[in-house]
C-alpha cells in the first residue's frame, strides 16, 4: 500500500487514510518488485520507515508518495531540491547505499506482521484493541504510552511490550515457532520481554549507565511505573523511556538477524542520535527539552 493519493472522496476514504498511520505500525514489507511499498513511509529495510531514519533528507523531498518501485525507476535525486543542507546530503548517501544493497524481483511485495496468523489472516481483534486504547479513556500503563511524542511504530511496539505481545523468543516458542526460549544474546536465561529490556546484561547495564535505577524483579508490564530519578530530565520521561526500550529492541534484531554488533556504547550513542532526532520535531517552546536529552545521553557516553 504506497498511498492513498488522487480523487478518493469519502467517509470511507477518510477513514482509511486515518488508519494508514497504524496499518504501517504493525506490518514490515519484505520487498518483491516494490510496486506496492511506499519507498518513504512502509518499513522494508531495518526495523523503521526511511521517513523516520532520514527525517533531514525527506524535508529536502519535493514529494514523498513514491512507491520504491518508482523510485528505482527515475532515481532518488529526481525527487529532491536543486540544494541539499549538509547533514541532508549526508543522509542521501546513506540512502543510497541502502538503494545499491537492495534488489528488486519479478516477485510481488510480502506485507509481514505479528498479527497475521499462520494462515496468512490478519488478527483484527489486537488492533482493534490497539486502537480502542488509544482512542479511548486510557489508563495509567495506556497514558504512558499514547501520551509519548514517540513515532506510531514506537508507540505500537510499547504497547506490545507492556502487554506481552512482542515477538520474544518465549513468546515464539510457546507458538511452536522456535525450538527453545533461551536469549540468543546471553544465553542464560529464556528471552521474555522482561529479560530482553531490563535483565539481560548489556541491557541492564545500559539503565544503570544512563542512570535509572530498575528495581529488583521489575516488570516491563508496568513500565509507567519505572523509577524516575531526580537527576534525570523530567520532561517527555515516558518518550525517552520508550525509545530506549525501542533502540534495546532494535540492538537485539541488529545482532540476531542482521549479524551486527552493538556494544553498549553505541547502545548509548544510538539513544543520544534517535533524542536528537525526536528533539528536531519538538515544538519550539520544547527545544531546551531536547536539548537536555541530547546532553543526557552524551554524557552518559
Known sequence: MASLE????????????????????????????????SFWHDVWTGDESLAERFSLLLSHCKTTTQS??????????????????AAAAAELVAVQEIMAST???AAPDVRLSPMIAQDGKLQTSTPYKLLMSSQGAP???????????????????????VHGRVQSKANLHKRKIVDDAVCDLCSASPETATHLIFECPVASTFWRTVGIQVPAGFCVDFLHQLPHPAHVPGEHFETLVLLCCWQIWKRRNGIIFRQEDMSLQQLVAGCRSEARVWAVRLPRKDVAVGDQWCSFFSLAM
Open 6 to 37: 488522487g480523487d478518493l472522496q469519502g467517509n470511507h476514504w477518510d477513514a482509511l487514510r486515518d488508519l494508514l498511520p497504524v496499518y504501517r505500525a504493525i506490518t514490515t514489507v519484505a520487498i518483491g518488485n516494490g510496486r506496492h511499498t
Open 68 to 85: 520504491v518501485q518508482r523510485m528505482w525507476e527515475t532515481g532518488l535525486q529526481h525527487h529532491l531540491v536543486h540544494r541539499l543542507s
Open 139 to 161: 489508563d495509567a500503563s495506556a497514558k504512558f504510552i499514547w501520551s509519548s511524542s514517540t513515532p506510531p511504530r514506537v508507540q505500537f511496539f510499547g504497547w506490545l511490550l
Open 103 to 105: 534488489q528488486l524481483s
